[in-house]
């Protein structure tokens, strides 16, 4: 507010000036000059009188003259008076009108409301440094949840593309340098309810500093970055930035872990899709053969490097090898989108082929001209913007790979459910035929749509039935929050699939298991368990009906009835004990000496 003063001030000091010495130059005419009454006596004007009547012929109004006809000398002041105070107001209302034009005090008063909406923000907020395809993704996935964000971003048109989109949760959002510390604290970063800061921009060099400033600003918050560079994670990984995410190893192992594993890969696909989603078909790539990549570069090396590690047959085509490095497999000099470069790297018993250079139109033609040499292929296409996604769907690849949503994708499950993250590192250690037994207990319950995902934990929050209980009874069991709270003979439609804990985690814990104060538990199931399970947990009618069979009345009238009835029933008792016990009778005479 005080810059915005000072540039107010400072702009139109000179407008204010001559409005001032204007006024008083004339105000000081009509008080000195004589006039004439009705008589012919001389008066004067007050200064109040000459205030008045400067005030109404500056602005043109025009009430007439006061208090008396004016004479030939006050008339020639007044003309002059009325010029001089014309120009001077068109001088002023244009400093004013280029004033609020002005760019800088613009600036200042977006800056003023942006963070006047972020300090009345109640709620716990992410603030989101970026507003790419990654941010945008996952703004909506936040306020689709109800949670709160905060957006920050260096381009002006994608900060109007926000304010254009249809959001559940208002979202402030700055054009700001995000590289200075100032924006970030502009944007909340101190905040006690600021929980985490998301560092999403394509630059690696600006991830890293906003990692480092909001570990330096806020330590308590969560710290998350996407970079796609080995030496900037190890950099932002040093100061202790929580969770990094490069998308192009994090598709690599997704891809190599398909080619061994495919129910685990298609396990992880359906929890971690968006609720509503149509449940993916399996994608089945070839564990042996040759493999093409085309494109070496950082995706390329990425993809390299973990599938060398399972001996499986490559060649690369690279067109600028001189920059990118060479590979210790076959090498092929070319851009691989000509059928001669295609042929020199085998393509014709190749049994795969990935397309993975940073151009678009360069991928594409790839992945045509290969399935026009070798119908039979498994491809795997890498997209870079999301506008081709049309021609990216015309294609009909088996795979197609997005590096922005790869990263939306893997920060919407840890936020959303960081329990779903757990899971989906620990079930890559189990069978592939564990996964599959999984799959096939997951698709009977939820038909042809994803299943729903949440957690829940045993604490006075998102258990509150749960820890009113009495004392002296027990915790339920697993299997009593998968009762229906309506019907308690029916089950719900979920599965359990893990359970966390001080001495660590399990999956797939037995359903007979008793609760502990303080468990994690990730459940996944049909859309409407969530709801029947949470009513249970927070309901304490509802928790007594599901363990015991019974509820207790409800409400102020039916507890009074209730106890009304007890009482009587007491009184009942009572009345009914006295009159069976025996009377006392008096002794009859000569008894005493018998």
Known sequence: MDNIVFLIFRRMRAPLLALLVTYAVTMAGLVVIPGEDAAGNPVHLGFFQALYFISYTATTIGYGEIPHAFTGAQRIWVTFCIYATVIVWLYSIGSLIALLQDKT?????????????VRNIPDPFYLICGYGQTGSGLVRALTDRGQRAVVLDSSAERVSLLKLESLREYVPALRADVRHPDSLLLAGLRRPNCRGVLALTSDNDVNLRIALAAKLLHPGATVICRADSHPVEANMASFG???????????ALYFATALQAPCLTLLSDWLGELRGSALQEPAHPPPYGLWVICGYGRFGKALYNHLKQQDIELVVIEAHPERTGKPDCTLVHGPGTE??????????????????TDNDANNLSIVMTAKALNPGLFTVLRENQLMNRELFDAVDADIIMHPSLIVAHRIR??????????????????????????????????????????????????????????????LPKIEDLLRDPRDRGCKLPAIVLMRSREDGRTLLPDSSDR????????????????????????????????????????????????????????????????????????????????
């Open 105 to 117: 005090l613009q600036r200042a008063m977006q800056e003023r409301r942006f963070g006047r909406r």
């Open 339 to 356: 059928a001669d470069t295609l042929e020199q790297a085998e393509i014709h018993r190749a049994v795969g082929v990935i397309a993975g």
């Open 241 to 251: 930035t929580d969770h990094i995410y490069d998308p192009f190893d994090t598709f």
């Open 413 to 474: 499950m840890l936020l959303g459910t960081p329990l779903l993250t757990e899971f989906v590192h620990d079930a890559r250690f189990e069978s592939d035929a564990w996964a599959c037994e999984l799959i096939d207990r997951v698709a009977a319950l939820v038909h042809d749509r994803v299943p729903d995902v949440w957690q829940v934990r045993i604490d006075a929050e998102d258990a509150y039935a749960l820890m009113r209980r009495r004392h002296d009874e027990p």
């Open 515 to 594: 609760l502990r104060k303080g468990d994690e538990l990730l459940f996944c199931g049909r859309s409407g368990a969530r709801s029947s399970m949470l009513w249970t947990l927070q309901n304490i009618h509802a928790l007594t009906y599901v363990l015991h069979g019974a509820s207790p009345p409800r409400g102020i009238v039916w507890e009074w009835l209730l106890r009304l009835r007890h009482r009587r029933r007491e009184a009942r008792d009572g009345a009914a004990t006295s009159s069976e016990q025996p009377s006392r009778e008096a002794p009859v005479d000569g008894d005493d000496g018998a």
